[in-house]
Structure formats: C-alpha cells, structure tokens
C-alpha cells in the first residue's frame, strides 16, 4: 500500500475537493437544496443553519457549512434499500457488514421485525409495531427503558420523556452520558448551570481560548473560523491535548478567501501542551499554582462573587511542583509560561471536548477548568467563560427537554403538575447503568431513539450479551447501523424509519452547544414514494403514548401538532418561554438564563462555588496483568479511542484519516520512540489486547502523539475495553484505557 504524505494543515484542500466531489455527483443538486433548506446542520452541535438559509450561524454570518455537514446530509439523501433487501439477506450474512458498509445500505424505509429464532429481518405494518409496543410498555415501569441519541428534535426528545415518565419510568438514558455528562454535573455544581456560558458572540471578544481536549479540526470545523479570527486580532490559543492534531497547529479554512488555503493555512496554536492523558486536574492545578505564584489571581472578584476559592489555593499552594510535573508530565517552565498568559489575557475562554471529560475523574477535570477561570475572574464577563463543545447536533436539547437521569427540580414539579401526578422518585439508568441492568435481567423493553447503543458502549461483548437479554428493542433509526445486526434482542427486535429534520412536514426545534434555539422548516423526503412507509419521530411516539395512555390527564393524539408541544415546553422547561411565540414570530432566541455576561450565577447565594479537585493517581499495568505469556515483543500504552474526520460517532463514511496519516480503521497510532523501544517498525502489524478484548492485524502508524500513547478510532477499538466510569456522571473513561501492544 501506497502512503500519501501528512497534510501540514487542517482543513485545506483535501476539504474543498470533497466538496466538489459531491456537489458535481448525481445527488449535487439535492445536496445543494437540502443545505439550503431552513434548517440546523445534522452534524454536530456548533449549530449552523437556520435564520436566511441553511448556510448562515448563530451571528448571521454567510459560508458556514463545514463538509462533515455536506457528508451527513449526502448520506441521508441515500436511496431507500431494496424492497426485497431483507428477503436476499438473512442476519448473519448482515452481521459481517463493517460500519461503513452499514451505512451505505441506505435509507431504512419500512419497519422491520426479527423474532428471536428467525434468520431474517421482515417488513411488517405500522399496526403491528403498534402492537408489539402496547405490550411492551405495559410493563413495570423499572423494567421499561429507553435511550436516544442527539439528532432528533426538541419535540420528539420532550415527547419522549414525557412518555417515559407518565409510564413512571426514569429510566432515559442518553448518549450524552458517554459523552459530556461530566461537563454537565461539574458545571453545575460550579456554576448552577450545565452548559456553556459563552455565546457565538461573546467568543467573538476573547483574547485567549484555551482549547482542551478538542480536535475541533475534525469535529467542530466551524468552532476553527473563530480560533482563526482571534489569532487576526493578536489574541493567544493555547492547546492542551497528548496527540498533535495537525489543524490545531495550522488550519486552511474554506470559509476564508483563497489565499489561506494556498499558502498552508492560519495558525492556531500559540503553546501546544502535551499533557498525559487522564491527568489534566494535575495540569489545571500547576496552572493555579503558577498563577498564585506570579500574583496573576483576581482576589477581589473572588471574594465578591465566589465561596471555596481558599480551600482551592490552599491545595494548590500545598501541592508540590514535583508532584504536579510528575502526574501531568508538563514541565514547570511550560506551566509558568501558560498560566502567564492566561493571567496576562482580559478575556479568556476554556472550551473543551472528549479529552476531558471521557476520564475517571472527568468531573475533576471539568471543575479544574472551572477553578482556574474563577481564580482568573474570567466568568461571567463578555469575551470569558466555560464552553463545553457540545457533540450531537442536538444533544444539548435533549437535556434540556428533560431527557437525563438528573432532572431539573423545576422540570420535576411542572411535569408532575402536567401530569396530575407526582413523579417516580427512582433514579433511573443512565447508559452504563442501563447497560449492567440489561445485562442482570433486569429490562423488558428498551426503546432506542436513534443512536447505536451497542457500539457507542464499552465492552461489545457485554453489550451484546446484556442488549440480548432484553426481550422487545425498538431501534428507531434513519439508516441501518451495527446495533441493528449486533444489538439483538431476546424475542422482538425492531428497526422503525423515521424522516429526519430536514424531511420532517412540521416544524422542530434544535438547540445548538452555544445554548441558541433554531426552527427547522418542515421539508420533503426523497423517499415519499408507494413502496415506503416511513413516519416522523414524534407520529411514533404520540400514536404509542395515545395507546397506552389516551386523552388524559393530556391529549397525546393533539400532541402530534408540534406548535402544541412547542406550547407544553415553553410551560415546563426553564428559560424556554421564548418557544412558545416561535410559531407566530419564527424569532430563533437564546434560552434565558444561560450566557453569563456578569459574575452573577444561579446557585442557591448567587456565587460560584469552587472546591477541591484532587489529582489523579495514574497506573500503568504491567504486561502480567494482560493474562499472556510474555510475548517476544511488546509495550503497554495508554490507548485513547476517538474519531476521524471520516466518521460521526460510530458511523464510518471514509476509512482513511489522511491528517493523522492513518490509511484505514485498524491502525494503533504511536509515538516513534515507542515504536523503536519494543522493536517495532512503522506499518507492521500487531496484536492490541485491553481487559476485554483483542484485536489481530492493527497496522503501526508512527504519529506526533505523546510517548507512552496510543490512540486508535472508535467503535471499532471497543471490543478492547470495559472502561472504568466516574461514579459522579456515569461517564466511561475511553481516553484511557491502558493496552498491550504485542507480537
Ligand atoms: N467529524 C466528526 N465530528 C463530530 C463527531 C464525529 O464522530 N465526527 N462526533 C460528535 C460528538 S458526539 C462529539 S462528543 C464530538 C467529539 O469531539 P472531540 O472531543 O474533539 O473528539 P475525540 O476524537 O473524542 O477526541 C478529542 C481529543 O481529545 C484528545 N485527548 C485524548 N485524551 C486526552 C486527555 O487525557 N487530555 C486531553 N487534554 N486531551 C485528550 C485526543 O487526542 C483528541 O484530539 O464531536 C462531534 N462532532
Ligand atoms: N471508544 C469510544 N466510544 C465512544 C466514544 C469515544 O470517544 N470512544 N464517544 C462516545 C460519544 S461522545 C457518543 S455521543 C456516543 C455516540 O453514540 P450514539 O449517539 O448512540 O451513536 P451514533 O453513531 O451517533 O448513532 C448513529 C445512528 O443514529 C441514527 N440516526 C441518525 N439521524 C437520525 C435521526 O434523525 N433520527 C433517528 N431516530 N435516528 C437517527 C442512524 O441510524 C445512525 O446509524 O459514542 C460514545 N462512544
Ligand atoms: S461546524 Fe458543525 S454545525 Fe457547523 S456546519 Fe460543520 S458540522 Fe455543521
Ligand atoms: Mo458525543
């Protein structure tokens, strides 16, 4: 096999010819009227589309589409799959598609039923579905679970749990729960609010981003204008990250004129900290030390608008240098000269992704971060703040809709009173802990509003097996995925198409990362033709609701009106009153107490409140703990799992990662002293064994990583790991997981 030099940027030109590839193919025009359409992006949570047309953000600014967006929506104008399609195929023949080749199918566009003991998937009637669901939601409602995936709308997440909880089930568990729940519960414990307090706007004014765990190159393409547009006006990005994400050293924005992408693209980072993975408490708390130390901390402001903060300096004062350097692995010289800067900067804003928060202690992570930008007075100022960056494009939403195990105590006595009931007070599964329920027998019905719960999970094998035992899974889906063939369920599993935003003949609302509410037009679908039967996601959930529920205490027949369920929400979720005129005005609005332009926040004294972030003790096991005889050659690394630019979650639309130099998915990324040490070369193939799995045949690729890391794509990498959770969010710790690379 050919390699194909690095490219020396992100972005760049490998992006504008995807652009022409697909918007010159035989789909281009759809594509192009489909990106035109008044609706949010499919692809993550940055939130582009809406206002003028589909290209224009949250600012109103023009040209905003990143190709990933592009990717998503050319796979969504998919042709449907064959009428016959599941008749030629029987499950197992299904079971050795790859994700991507999933993916490519097509568009799901009838229901489907496998019954346990059948080799084949068959199309069945919307009646049929209904009655399979009627019985499998009347079932003790702790044996009744459902879990979703951010791309649906506010409507149909708002349905849902109100479904959910009228049944007296808690159980709702939700992708963010891999994903940025420790932004969620640290924040709120900091700041009383879980999202980020930056808006679009307010980024606009920083001087300085420190950008945490983020390969924003790849998965937030937009978020990089703005990093570019910062460096413009002389302000400093500071990149806390083990592995060197080509576009966060230099990245060619297509949105920008041409002379960027010609000569190689702007540059971002200003300091490019590479920190061992797990321990950015450690890093966080040297850079409070350091600020301390140089008399670079905001007494006054936390005096007047903040409780803990001398318990924090105090840990970081009684923290030796020694210790800090040893469990970040940053030199103190490098802490100096960051915390300098972040001290030095007026505004300063702290976003970040995966890399924080997919870790044991990833709600000491976040709250580090909260620390370091109270002791600075850096929130609750125009041009500051936290900004977690959201993944899903509406995961966000979800949350707010009440979708979470940890609902709002506001949310809990508005639904009760919309109900005539008090609420379930059990708490409720979250993703893992539906996952080990399943797993005890303990689930009956699971209900999957998108998503692909089996490979989002650690641990396949057990994945498998617990999503096994459960006897009725409905997969509500728009394109076929792993989980379809893998996650089967003991007597019914179901596969139920739905339209997808921008097909949808009513209104929805989506709510971006930066807390902005969008109205998405009502659209057309290619696949309205005789053969197929597809509804919208809230017809599925208002038609099962009615029949177990009926008309009272609500009209869930009535509900199929999204403008009424607008009505509901703008009653019952905080700071969404606004939705309640969006019909009339079409006034897309930033949800009410959210962004914090001053140092005043919701906690019960107004204050924020710090305390103490431990550092985390990190081992590397040895090899004997991997159950092998000493093999001739082999290293333990610490594996972290994450994305291409390729792929969404666990989608795969491209096998190759040409920024990383990764030719296809099974490939283990690592430093080349590692390489060198156990007497590997570059592109030889090895075995990767975790505490739950191994995989044959990795290609080595040598990378610009840490020594001692790997890293290596998802969900391909989860069948090595049963990953350890943080207790306080449930959160799996992916960007962790230590591995023997042998021979
Ligand atoms: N193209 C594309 N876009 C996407 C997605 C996608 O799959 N593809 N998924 C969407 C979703 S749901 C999400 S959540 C986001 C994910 O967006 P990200 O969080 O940016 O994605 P990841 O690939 O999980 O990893 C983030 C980075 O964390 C770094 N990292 C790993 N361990 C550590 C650590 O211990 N400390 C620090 N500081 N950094 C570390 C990795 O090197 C990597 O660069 O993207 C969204 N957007
Ligand atoms: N090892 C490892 N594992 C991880 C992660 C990691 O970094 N490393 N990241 C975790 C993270 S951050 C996340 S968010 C999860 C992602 O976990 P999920 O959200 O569960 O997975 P996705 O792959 O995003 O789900 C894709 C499927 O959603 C369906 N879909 C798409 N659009 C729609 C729609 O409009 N409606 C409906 N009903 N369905 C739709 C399609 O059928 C598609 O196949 O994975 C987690 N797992
Ligand atoms: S940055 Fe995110 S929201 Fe914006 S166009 Fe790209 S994928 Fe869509
Ligand atoms: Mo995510």
Redesign the pocket.
């Known amino acids: 096999m050919s390699h194909s030099p690095k490219p020396e940027a992100g972005g760049g030109l490998p992006v504008v010819q995807y652009w022409l590839e697909k918007s010159l193919s035989p789909q281009g025009l759809k594509l192009w009227q489909t990106l035109n359409h008044k609706s949010a992006c499919l ?3 940055w939130g582009t589309g809406g206002q003028q047309g589909g290209f224009v953000n949250e600012a109103g600014e023009y040209l905003q589409r990143c190709a ?1 967006s592009v990717e998503a929506i050319a796979s969504e104008l998919q042709p449907p799959l064959a009428a016959n399609f599941f008749e030629q195929y029987s499950i197992q023949e299904l079971q050795q598609l790859n994700s991507q080749q999933c993916d490519r199918l097509g568009r799901l566009s009838y229901p489907l039923l496998l019954k346990a003991g059948d080799s084949h998937y068959k199309r069945i009637t919307w009646e049929q579905v209904y009655q399979i669901a009627d019985k499998a939601f009347r079932q003790p409602p702790e044996k009744v679970a459902s879990y979703s995936s951010g791309r649906s709308s506010n409507e149909a997440a708002y349905l849902l749990q109100l479904m959910m909880r009228a049944l007296g089930s808690n159980n709702l568990a939700d ?1 963010s729960d891999l ?2 729940a420790a932004s969620t519960v640290g924040l709120k414990q900091v700041f009383g609010s879980g999202t980020s307090m930056v808006s679009l706007e307010s980024l606009k004014h920083a001087d300085c981003v420190v950008l ?5 190159p ?3 393409p937009r978020l990089m204008n703005e990093l570019i547009k910062l460096r413009e006006r002389n302000g400093k990005i500071i990149i ?4 060197i ?1 080509v576009g966060l050293v230099k990245f060619a924005s297509p949105a920008f004129p041409i002379k960027y992408l010609l000569t190689g693209g702007s540059d971002i980072s200003t300091f490019y900290l590479q ?1 061992i ?4 408490t450690a890093l966080f708390v040297g850079i409070q030390k350091s600020l301390i130390e140089q008399n670079l901390i905001k007494p006054d402001y936390l005096q007047a608008y903040t409780t803990g903060w001398q318990e924090v300096i105090k840990y970081a004062q009684q923290t030796s240098w020694e210790t800090i350097t040893s469990t970040c692995g940053i030199s103190h010289e490098e802490i100096t000269a960051v915390a300098y800067t972040i001290g030095k900067s007026e505004r300063v804003v702290f976003a970040w ?4 928060t ?2 044991r202690n990833g709600v000491d992570n976040v709250k580090s971060i909260a620390n370091t930008a109270l002791l600075t007075g850096n929130a609750g100022k125009l041009g500051s703040g936290t900004m977690p ?4 494009s509406n ?1 966000q939403g979800f949350g707010s809709m009440g979708v979470t195990i940890r609902l709002r105590e506001e949310i809990k006595q508005a639904l009760s009173q919309l109900l005539g009931h008090p609420l379930n007070d059990t708490k409720g599964y979250d993703a893992r802990a539906l996952i080990d329920a399943a797993e005890a027998g303990k689930i009956n019905s699971l209900l999957c509003l998108g998503g692909n719960f089996y490979a989002a999970n650690p641990d396949l094998h057990q994945a498998q097996t617990a999503l096994g035992k459960i006897k009725t899974i409905f997969y509500v889906a728009t394109k076929p995925n792993l989980g379809h063939f893998h996650g089967l369920a003991a007597e019914n599993t179901l596969i139920l198409p739905v339209y997808n935003r921008f097909e949808n003949s009513h209104k929805t609302t989506t709510e971006s990362g930066n807390n902005f509410v969008r109205l998405n037009n009502e659209g057309k679908s290619h696949l309205q033709s005789n053969n197929s039967d597809l509804i919208s996601e809230v017809e599925l959930i208002t038609k099962i609701a009615h029949r177990l529920h009926g008309e009272t205490p609500i009209n869930w027949r009535k509900l199929q009106d999204t403008s009424y369920v607008r009505q509901l929400i703008a009653k019952t979720i905080p700071g969404y009153g606004k939705i309640g005129e969006i019909d009339a005005t079409q006034q897309e609005f930033t949800i009410d107490g959210r962004i914090f332009t001053e140092p005043k926040f919701p906690t019960p004294d107004g204050k924020a409140q710090l305390s103490v972030t431990p550092l985390p003790e990190l081992h590397i096991p040895p090899i004997s703990d991997f159950n092998i005889s000493p093999p001739s050659q082999g290293i333990v690394v610490i594996l ?1 799992t ?2 291409s ?1 390729g ?3 666990t989608v795969v639309y491209r096998t190759e990662d040409k920024y990383r130099g990764m030719p296809h998915r099974h490939c283990i990324l690592l430093n080349p002293q590692d390489i060198k040490k156990a007497g590997f070369e570059e592109h030889q193939r090895v075995k990767v064994r975790g505490d739950g799995g191994e995989l044959e045949n990795i290609e080595i690729i040598s990378g610009a990583i840490r020594e001692g890391v790997a ?1 290596m794509f998802y969900p391909e990498a989860n069948v090595l790991f049963k990953a350890e959770i943080d207790p306080r969010c449930g959160t799996p710790a992916y ?2 997981v230590p591995v023997l690379v042998y021979r």
Not at 212 to 216: I, P, T, W
Not at 240 to 243: A, E, G, L, R, S
């Open positions: 692809s993550c949570a990933k992708c994903c940025h945490v765990g983020s390969n924003a790849a998965n937030h806390i990250n083990p592995q994400e920190p993975p797990g321990s950015d992704a995966m890399g924080i997919q870790h960056i959201r993944g899903h995961v972290g994450g994305r630019y792929q969404h979650n890293f960007k962790r």
